[in-house]
């Protein structure tokens, strides 16, 4: 492959996501040789670890704006650090939630406006876009009976608040098909998989 890709992961906590990223990535190693590289948001290796420490487990009270800039700030470092300079050499990477992750849950979610989510984005990431954002959708009650009792700060945020994430990643596949494509992720693991391979398949 002559060319690097940037390709993110989408979609409320507990649609299983991380598990299809981490499968794409044993794929793409084991199967086509390709050189990978798997990283996240928040939580990129090194100061973005540190970055979300705090957005999922600080017990005190945390304003929306607040909580979008440390998103922001983290997505800046991911970008400069580890997307960018993979991208360069050629590698595929596979990020855990990105820009569409701030748009849907502090946009749609937190109510915060979603035009200056946008210009804050592309200031973030220098306007890079993926190449591909795969969005797998679930049903809310699924979702959360996944994730269990043992949330955390974000998981906790209330059926209401995850319906208007969920339809906030729906609204943002229909305004931008050519780019984020939708994942029924209420199949079977080896099915997703199967269409997270062929929607790789079908990039340039």
Do not use: W
Request: proline letters at 2%; charged letters at 30%; a negative charge.
């Amino acid at each position: 492959m002559k060319k690097g890709y940037f390709i993110t992961f989408e979609g409320v906590d507990g649609c299983g996501k991380t598990t299809q990223l981490e499968l794409l990535a044993d794929y793409l190693r084991d199967e086509r040789d390709l050189a990978v590289i798997e990283t996240r948001e928040p939580g990129a290796k090194g100061l973005g670890e540190k970055i979300r420490e705090i957005l999922l487990n600080y017990d005190g009270e945390v304003s929306s704006q607040c909580e979008a800039f440390l998103f922001l700030a983290d997505r800046a470092q991911n970008i400069d650090v580890i997307v960018n300079p993979a991208i360069r050499a050629n590698k595929i990477v596979l990020c855990d939630r990105h820009t569409d992750s701030t748009v849907a849950y502090q946009g749609y979610g937190r109510g915060l406006d979603i035009e200056e989510i946008n210009m804050l984005n592309n200031i973030a990431t220098r306007q890079r876009k993926p190449d591909l954002t795969i969005v797998f959708d679930i049903d809310i009650e699924t979702a959360m009976n996944r994730v269990g009792k043992d949330c955390d700060r974000m998981e906790s945020s209330g059926k209401e608040f995850f319906n208007a994430v969920r339809n906030g990643y729906l609204t943002l596949a229909k305004m931008e098909p050519n780019r984020i494509k939708v994942v029924n992720a209420a199949r079977s693991i080896e099915e997703i998989h199967k269409d997270v391979i062929k929607l790789f398949d079908e990039l340039d």
